[in-house]
């Protein structure tokens, strides 16, 4: 069975500019969270999706956005880009919310 | 509010040596504990569990009772090897529909042959 996919694993963004990320959870996993990995700050939870729906927000500005697909893949976009928003950005899978979690790679996005 | 504090880092051992990570914890009601392992350019591997009081989560070689009375969920190993170098993370997840994870810093440990 394939792992959760990032794409992609590297991006280099200016300030101002948007990006969106990509998360593929693992074939039959209908629940995604998504995560921001920073060395000052850690492991922050940004939001959860479920069915299409978003189950659960961590405390991040309105210029983090996300949404969940019919087929539960995920998409995470931040606009007007900072440099802060340089971290690694992690996507979880699992089956239903609060079940096991299998967390992809990751992309590093960095902010110039 | 809830969260997770877990010894600084780096932690450097001799392999074969003793290996303990300490995390504690507070948060209300009757969260599940996780250890996550994190190898360079990785994203993150669950390691182990506990979901109630007194459980004891196992896996390769690691270790973690969950103590409620001390509000923690200490990692241990007793033989480390050169390929356990990574960062390892305590978590929490709480009950009902808040179900996100709950990090603690991290502790880098560096295992020397």
């Known amino acids: 069975k394939a792992g959760v996919t990032q794409t992609p694993r590297y991006l280099i963004k200016t300030r101002g500019q948007q990006v969106t990320l990509s998360c593929s959870p693992i074939?039959?996993?209908?629940?995604v969270s998504w995560y921001q990995q920073t060395p000052g700050q850690g492991l922050q939870f940004l939001f959860e999706y479920f069915s299409e729906t978003q189950r659960n927000k961590g405390n991040f500005p309105g210029r983090f956005s996300g949404r969940q697909f019919s087929n539960s893949r995920s998409e995470m976009n931040v606009s007007t880009l900072e440099l802060g928003d340089s971290a690694l950005y992690l996507c979880?899978?699992?089956?239903?919310?609060?079940?096991?979690?299998?967390f992809g790679q990751g992309t590093r996005l960095t902010v110039v | 509010g809830n969260s997770v504090t877990q010894m600084e880092g780096p932690v450097t051992l001799s392999e074969e040596a003793f290996l303990t990570i300490n995390c504690t914890y507070t948060?209300?009601?009757?969260?599940?504990l996780f250890w996550y392992v994190q190898y360079p350019g990785e994203g993150l591997q669950l390691l182990l569990k506990?979901?109630?009081?007194?459980d004891k989560g196992s896996n390769k070689g690691f270790e973690a009772t969950y103590r409620k009375e001390t509000t923690s969920f200490h990692l241990e190993k007793g033989s480390v090897q050169v390929s356990d170098s990574a960062v390892y993370f305590c978590?929490?997840?709480?009950?009902?529909?808040?179900?996100?994870?709950?990090f603690g810093k991290g502790t880098k440990l560096s295992v020397k042959p």
């Open positions: 979880a899978s699992s089956e239903a919310p609060n079940t096991e979690a299998f």
């Open positions: 948060a209300t009601g009757y969260p599940s």
């Open positions: 074939s039959g996993h209908r629940s």
């Open positions: 978590a929490l997840r709480l009950e009902g529909s808040q179900g996100n994870l709950i």
């Open positions: 506990a979901t109630k009081a007194d």
